[in-house]
């Protein structure tokens, strides 16, 4: 059944839609979803720009892309497995999410947007996209769901990423790597890791994410680092300013910019370098490996240091450290019902340690947990005053370096969190999360934050 030539009938017929895309044949499940796909490529290119639409016009832009949302959701739903063996070549190549995502866009149309589709969206205000994110996030919820692709997805995302396998052998020899916003230095078999955007308290960005994989996947690759250390650096941030921070969370005002995607930063940060802090890398593709024969992986016990606080992200960072040390004037917390936005796989981590209730004060109310408070050790290892933080991490960095603590590390990762269970989370957390980003609150609170940003201006 040919997309152009596919008889009115078929085109017309809502039902008759929706049984094509399901078609056993995946020829004719993908011609019938282009073709669908193509009319309501139609319907909104004739209309004004998201930005500039009437209600009326709004209101039938978003019947259109339900429609055809719920048509990919037919579609992957019924060949999810047999997409994801085309693009990887029958799971013997491994795909990044975004390489994934590229593929899928040029060997299925209308399935998710193209690239240059993105990157005309890339350029545009939050408030003024048209939502092709979330494309993208269907797409991914089905392919991590299935039993066969998403566990593949997840060893994709494990491997070492191209770049630090080219800065590794500078790394073992030097000890040393300035990677932007990160910097990683090795001293007596520790891999420190210092977060450096002083601007802006440490807030993270696609920038930031690219360096942080890149610094943990080379401390996770040099044979000489036995352990890791995260903490922020000093600050040149006028409120800030001398002091070390560890993190603010999303970087606000690129969200708000539409400067955060879906896939380049908020499903890579969780799949990738996070992922990567709880199990470790899968290190193949001419990476150093003793003993793979019992492991594929290079698992190492990890320490984060909080200075200030860790705010949104930050605080996720933290639910996946060994041990995490805190200074006494520290706090952390998770404002995602203020921004918007799942808090990444906190959801599924802070309940197993803080319990449901004082989960559910943290994400849904907002509550701030300081470091002196009773609720803050199930958070938090040890508590020192700043001036004796240093002290601290250096006595818990000799203990993590104990020979038993990567495989007793190991099995309380297994016990604590499946892979399954992860990849169950996750699946939903690509879709949802995807929804989030175009919801009407987070869209006002972008467009309140443009006007803030131009009345300065």
Known sequence: MSGAGAPSAVRDDPQAVRQAVRAPDLADAREALAAAARRTDELLAALPEPGRRSPEQREAAEAAKD?????????????????????????????????????????????????????????????????????????????????????????????????????????????????????????????????????????????????????????????????????????????YRGRRVFSAGINLKALHAGGISLVDFLLRRELGYIHKLLRGVLAEDGAPVMGAWHSPSIEKPWVAVVDGFAIGGGAQLLLVFDQVIAASDAFLSLPAADEGIVPGAANLRLPRQAGTRVSRQVILAGRRIHATEPDARLLVDEVAEPDDLDAAAERCLARMQSPAVVANRRMLTLAEESPEEFLRYMAEFALQQSLRLYSDDVIGKAGRFQAKKAGRG
């Open 67 to 239: 429609g055809a949302r719920a048509l990919r959701c037919l579609f992957m739903d019924a060949h999810a497995d047999a997409v994801y063996a085309e693009l990887t070549g029958g799971r013997t190549r491994h795909r990044r999410l975004a390489e994934l995502a590229e593929a899928a866009a040029s060997a299925f149309p209308g399935l998710v947007p193209s690239a240059d589709r993105l990157a005309a969206e890339r350029v545009r205000p939050q408030a003024a996209k048209e939502g092709h994110e979330i494309d993208q996030g269907i797409f991914f919820s089905r392919v991590l769901r299935s039993p066969t692709a998403g566990p593949h997805l997840l060893d994709a995302m494990r491997r070492p990423t191209p770049r630090a396998l080219r800065l590794l052998p500078d790394f073992i020899g030097s000890g040393e790597a300035d990677l932007g916003s990160v910097r990683l230095e090795r001293t007596g078999g520790v891999a420190r890791l210092t977060m450096c955007r002083d601007d802006c308290l440490n807030a993270e960005d696609p920038r930031q994410v690219e360096d942080m994989e890149t610094a943990v996947d080379l401390a996770l690759l040099d044979p000489g680092v036995r352990v890791g250390l995260l903490r922020g650096g000093e600050m040149t941030h006028p409120r």
